[in-house]
């Protein structure tokens, strides 16, 4: 009795697991139901084997391609849920990020405890599958009719695996686990055709040679400053249950702006990125290049591509970048972007708690901001400042204080303890998507107070989004578009991008133009230099 149940349990394993990376693929239980490829091939091979040994390696062997299927899929499942891209093996370095996103939610503890969970699963899966193959191949060798049974499993197999194509079967009976792990070697091929394109691109910068009397000539002496919203996309103006308080926001700053003598015009970028990997859009707004993977991303900022910023120093201003995320020094700041200083969360002097992701609270990053960099009138100023405070998990939140008193840390510290925890907020879709516009509300709301309290008659602000936000947020299908914005006092900076057709005020509308995020950059160069 116990012999049958343990080979039923086998059998089951069997059935069951090498199944799991096509579930996941394809997010539908029904891929449950089919004949594994890989288990058909590992028990003719015991079959056949007459060394104990040889059976041993396969037995394992197929419990390691499994398991890695079944990680693969469950990677580009989250990737494809969370990202919209599919995951690319050359893009590994991300899983550090998403590693760092899950101690900013859970905190560091729980999240290394999760790692060592799913290693200690992935790694009793494999001999749960060891075993499995082993037992059920024993039985199969000791049955005269074993031969015969696994030949015919394998004729079904090869039959159902050729009715598939011509009945365009969603989900086939004959089923592969490998296809995962095939499906990633594809998308790193793509990878790697994707980045052979970059190199010819950067190869050929027409803003290059630019020399320093053409640069920027209509923004000559003002301080001009690039603003990154976290995850603010399309989603925040036109998003039913979000777009409502998001735009009471909009409206009431753009009034005030025009209270204080500013005007302002609105369009959209599509994001080469979704739900995360800010960086990737930061990269393409700077250099005009498309790039949508970690793998396009190192090789560009470890080329000699011509940057807004390097376009900003070449012409005479001093460049700032305002990273308050970063705990550590971050070479490319100097190495690629040439920014003269960099600012982050170790210079700002904020002793406060940590808000989630954001370690400072944007409210205070553009209070020092003013009060530090603005404040330096030897040269005009070119900054990008990244605010962070809208970053998931949108919990705890920060709360807009008094001008005067957003650099006191103290302050902070009390709004924190009254705060929800990403864990509290987490158990309802409905609640992630009221703290995700809350953070957005929180980040303009701070934008604006600084644009209120600033005294510098030069300002000139773009404002923008660099992705989406996750799709608990953004819905299925969701696009890549985000909301960006200039602000100025001077009418002179709205003539020169009279052919942008931008709308005017903040709030574009859904009919606003629309340029690919690469695209701003070689614009933007155009409309305010003299080549």
Known sequence: MRGRVSLALAILLLVLVPLLPGALADGDAAALIGLPGESILVLALLCLLPWRLARGVVAIGFGIVVVLAIVFAAIDAGYESVLDIPFDPLDWQQLGDAFGVLEGSIGVGAARGVVVLLAVIAVGLVLALSWAALSAGAALRRRATGTAVISAVTAAWIVAAMAAAPLAARQPAAAASVQAISASVSHAADGLVAAAELSRQIATDPFRDTPRSELLTSLEGKDVVFVFIESYGRVAVEGPGVSEGVGRVLRDGEAQLRADGYSSQSGFLTSPTFGGLSWLAHSSLHTGL?????????????????????????????????????????????????????????????????????????????????????????????????????????????ELVPWSEADDSAVFERQFARGESATEVWQDPDRVRRAYAQSIEYSLGALFAFLDECEDPDLVLVVLGDHQPATIVSGQEAGHDVPISIISKDAAVFESIEAWRWQDGMLPSPDAPVWPMSAFRDRFLDAFSAR
């Open 290 to 398: 498309w790039v949508d993977r970690q793998a396009l991303y190192s090789r560009v900022i470890r080329s000699d591509r011509f940057t807004l910023s390097d376009a900003f120093g070449r012409a005479g201003w001093r460049t700032v970048g305002v990273i308050p995320s970063n705990t550590k020094p971050w070479p490319f700041g100097t190495s690629f972007y040439h920014w003269d200083s960099m600012v982050d969360a170790n210079d700002v002097g904020y002793g406060g708690p940590r808000f989630g992701y954001a370690r400072v609270p944007d409210q205070y990053t553009l209070k020092y901001f003013d009060d530090h960099e603005l404040a330096d009138h030897a040269r005009p100023v070119m900054a990008e400042i990244d605010l962070v405070s809208s970053h998931s998990p949108w919990a705890p939140l920060p």
